[in-house]
């Protein structure tokens, strides 16, 4: 079998972070902490928080020597071929989410999709994405889902959408997962109740891997019942209605 064809002896590791307030060391493997042992090249969202989990994770690693480049919204596209300069001159990139992993409901998928193209390494580590835990706890079809970020702000849209979702879930075996604004999660829930079928099942994933870890799927019409608050709590919800 051929090896793929790099170009560059620099790779880009894509380096997941914890969820939430927790101890990295216990939610990330050790090979994340050798691998920022090495690195002092990273792109980041957000330079403070990114400082913090480094040093969280290896504690006697000098600030000074880590060169962060910001990836949000007010990155400009034209600077970006330039944050994998290192990899071009063997030096090695990490690739740091906010929260769990890079390149999933991440800008930093297209850091990755820019490697690919200057043929660049990319290297995926193991680390906890809120997605997929929720899918996993949740019950529901593990061999079809589809992850819809982000439901209309609109409150009319939003229960559109939840219905259009449900139906796909019934016609497809499908589970569907989406997300919210941690602020809105419990106006989303209310729209939930009201909008879908009281058999179909909700999953409410929340605070994944932190002390405050909240997972239960049981119908809608037992969700009208369930005294929940998810106001500024990461939350992932998994709906699917049986056909």
């Not at 030096?91 to 999709?113: I, N, R, T, W, Y």
Request: proline share 7%.
């Amino acid at each position: 079998m051929a090896e793929a064809p790099f170009k560059y002896s620099g790779k880009l590791y894509l380096i997941p972070t914890t969820l939430g307030e927790s101890n990295p060391l216990q939610v990330l493997p050790y090979s994340i902490r050798k691998i920022i042992e090495k690195v002092d090249h990273y792109i980041v969202e957000n330079e403070k928080t990114a400082r913090r989990s480094i040093k969280q994770v290896v504690p006697g690693k000098k600030q000074q020597i880590l060169k962060l480049s910001p990836l949000n919204k007010f990155t400009d596209p034209i600077s970006l071929p330039s944050f994998l300069d290192p990899c071009k001159e063997g030096l090695d990139v990490g690739l740091l989410s906010e929260a769990g992993c890079p390149g999933v409901a991440d800008p930093g998928a297209e850091m990755v999709k820019l490697a690919h193209a200057e043929g660049i390494q990319v290297v995926p580590l193991v680390g906890p994405s809120s997605i997929l835990l929720a899918m996993m706890g949740s019950g529901m079809n593990g061999q079809s889902f589809t992850f819809h970020g982000y439901l209309p702000i609109d409150k009319k849209e939003r229960k559109q959408e939840l219905k259009t979702l449900e139906k796909i879930s019934a016609e497809k075996n499908q589970a569907q997962i989406f997300i919210e604004t941690p602020y809105r999660n419990n106006g989303l829930l209310e729209d939930i109740k009201q909008a879908l079928h009281p058999a179909t099942r909700l999953c409410i994933a929340c605070d994944l891997t932190l002390e405050s870890e909240y997972i239960l799927t049981q119908p809608v019409s037992a969700w009208s019942k369930t005294k929940v608050d998810l106001h500024k709590r990461p939350t992932i919800f998994v709906i699917q209605k049986e056909n």
